[in-house]
């Protein structure tokens, strides 16, 4: 599963298979395809991503995160942009901030 945030990108999870010495290992990992305009990114480097086509994607869905925060949707949505737009500019004057997910990593 995969969740589209428009203006950022496409966090999904992916399977991938390792093998070992004597067994084949399924792990599940969390993956992220960069879709902020290319304007001013030129020395950004990053690895390609690419979701598989078996990876529903969706999108952002507001509601819940409202329900699940107890802040009105409109706030949820406000703050998701100004992040994004935070991240942007932080990205175009050569910043290099990691973004944290608990739980997930960087």
């Known amino acids: 599963q995969g969740v589209l945030i428009t203006g950022l990108g496409t966090f999904a999870v992916v399977q991938e298979q ?3 010495t004597e067994e084949v290992y399924v792990v599940r990992r969390p993956v992220f395809q960069l879709d902020i305009d290319a304007l001013g990114l ?5 690895p390609a ?12 869905n507001y509601k819940w995160l409202s329900r699940a925060t107890f802040l009105p949707r409109h706030v949820v949505e406000q703050c998701v942009r100004e992040t994004i737009r935070l ?7 050569g910043k290099r901030l990691a973004f944290v997910f608990k739980d997930i990593g960087v």
């Open 18 to 20: 390792f093998r070992g």
């Open 49 to 60: 991503v690419v979701i598989p086509g078996n990876v529903k994607i969706k999108p952002l």
């Open 87 to 93: 991240y942007s500019f932080q990205l175009k004057n």
């Open 42 to 46: 030129q020395d950004l480097v990053f």
